[in-house]
């Protein structure tokens, strides 16, 4: 049986479903010929990748459980066990929210490269806590998820305004390790003095560059009139 399809002019994408709107710029759809089966049942493929998620659940497990198994036979200074198992839980997770459904890919982009932070912190304290994962993953990481903004950017050129909301949250995320340098739990702030400063400068950069747009993206998601 056909389908009702559409076609967004701006994104050059088409649409098959009955929606008046393109789901990426918002902009109105034009119709066009009907279709019949052009994409893959996508309920089939979302079961398969969920078994697969758990089938590799089961796998890590494990293998988990014996390399914990060994390592305590044949300990002798670390538990380095529980570092693979660090490894494997965030590959766990990495999976689970890159096929997760309802969140776009910047929230996915934000989740994973923050547990991925927190994964390596977890190291750090397993190995000793010699402060590495605070002094330079943590503020190299936020230098990273900045240029990956960037290069977001002008990909999607047509709606670069939409990455202003995260270029503010990268700006919240880069006062942290001050906070931490406060807490006596971060001593090394030359990179994060470098990452606090490029996300700065990359929203301010937005805004003036990108002018009334830039204004007017800031105004309607704030709700300011």
């Known amino acids: 049986m056909g389908c009702t399809m559409s076609k967004c002019n701006q994104c050059n994408i088409e649409v098959k479903d009955n929606s008046a709107v393109c789901p990426l710029c918002q902009s ?3 119709k066009t010929e009907s279709a019949e089966n052009l994409y893959p049942n996508v309920r089939v493929i979302a079961k398969r990748i969920d078994l697969m998620i758990r089938v590799y659940a089961f796998a890590a497990i494990v293998v988990e459980t014996f390399l914990a198994y060994f390592n305590y036979r044949t300990y002798e200074t670390s538990y380095w066990s529980v570092l693979v198992g660090v490894v ?9 929210v890159t096929f ?27 190995t000793g806590f010699r402060g590495w994962s ?24 047509r709606n670069w305004q939409s990455y202003m909301m995260i270029e503010l949250f990268t700006i919240l995320w880069s006062i942290l390790p001050f ?12 990179v994060s003095h470098v990452a606090l400063g490029y996300s700065v400068l990359l929203f301010l950069g937005t805004i003036i560059i990108g002018g009334k747009r830039a204004s007017d993206e800031l105004k309607r998601r704030f709700h300011v009139r």
């Open 28 to 30: 109105v759809l034009d």
């Open 88 to 96: 494997l839980f965030y590959v766990f997770i990495a999976l689970r």
């Open 100 to 126: 997760k459904e309802g969140y776009e890919y910047r929230t996915k982009s934000i989740m994973l490269v923050t547990i991925g932070v927190l994964c390596i912190v977890l190291i750090d304290l397993l």
């Open 134 to 157: 605070l002094n330079y993953v943590l503020p190299s990481a936020i230098i990273l998820f900045n240029t990956g903004i960037v290069v977001a950017m002008f990909i999607n050129i």
């Open 179 to 190: 906070i931490l340098n406060r807490m006596g739990l971060l001593t090394k702030m030359n």
